[in-house]
């Protein structure tokens, strides 16, 4: 990251500090010993966080041996190296994180074990023939009783094929997961509220790197991109 040369308070009046990027915070909610995706979640955020402090120190700093220009030209330099970095990071942390999940997911499925038997495509044209209220209820003892033949002619087949509702299976599929695999299912659980926290960084740190340009000639443009941007996965921007 480029080093500021601020601008003798004489001259100008230094720039003021911005509101630091509040999703980075997140950070503190990973766990992580959790996996090495967790860890370079949690490392990214609390990096990302520190480096915006530092953000702050260039816009305030003043030196007695340049111009304003050179000052302001100089913010947005170190501005634009901080913004590069910060969303390498984040990329990094999201491809480590999306290789952890995938990981956890393929011990919750080993765990929870849910596999057609031979008798799979028989038990679906019975369950297809049943009426839809007592398919339902059948469904619902399965996964109650743990009827594991009867759960894995279902789970990952087409409805057309049982005529089970796809919504009902859903939440009767993360229910029996959470039962029967509780520590698989909270570690998926979890990385997928760290990747939340990724996804929700990113605008954060748009719409940090844009204010910290305010009082410089490449704040304008910057403004305008950024709104842009930001409206369209509908989230506001304000000065």
Do not use: W
């Amino acid at each position: 990251m480029p080093t500021i040369t601020p601008i003798h308070a004489a001259e100008a009046s230094p720039l003021g500090a911005v509101e630091l990027p509040g999703a980075m915070n997140y950070h503190l909610d990973v766990d992580r010993n959790l996996s090495s995706g967790a860890s370079a979640a949690g490392t990214a955020l609390a990096a990302i966080l520190k480096a915006a402090e530092g953000v702050n120190v260039a816009r305030k700093s003043a030196d007695p041996t340049v111009t304003r220009a050179a000052y302001l030209a100089n913010v947005e330099k170190y501005v634009e190296g901080f913004s590069n970095d910060a969303t390498a990071k984040l990329d990094h942390a999201r491809k480590a994180l999306a290789g952890s999940l995938k990981e956890a997911e393929t011990k919750l499925t080993h765990a929870v074990g849910i596999t057609p038997t031979a008798n799979a495509a028989e038990i679906r044209s019975i369950m297809r023939a049943l009426p839809a209220e007592q398919r339902q209820a059948e469904l619902a003892r399965a996964f109650k009783d743990g009827n594991r033949e009867i759960i894995g002619a279902v789970v990952g087949f087409d409805p057309l094929m049982h005529g089970c509702n796809p919504e009902t299976v859903t939440a009767l599929v993360e229910e029996y997961q959470r039962t029967v695999a509780p520590a698989e299912y909270a570690s998926v659980e979890a990385h997928k509220k760290y990747g939340r926290y990724l996804e929700n960084a990113g605008p954060s740190l748009m719409a940090f790197a844009t204010r910290a340009l305010a009082g410089t000639g490449g704040y304008e443009k910057a403004r305008q991109t950024t709104a842009a941007v930001l409206k369209s996965y509908g989230i506001g921007f304000e000065d």
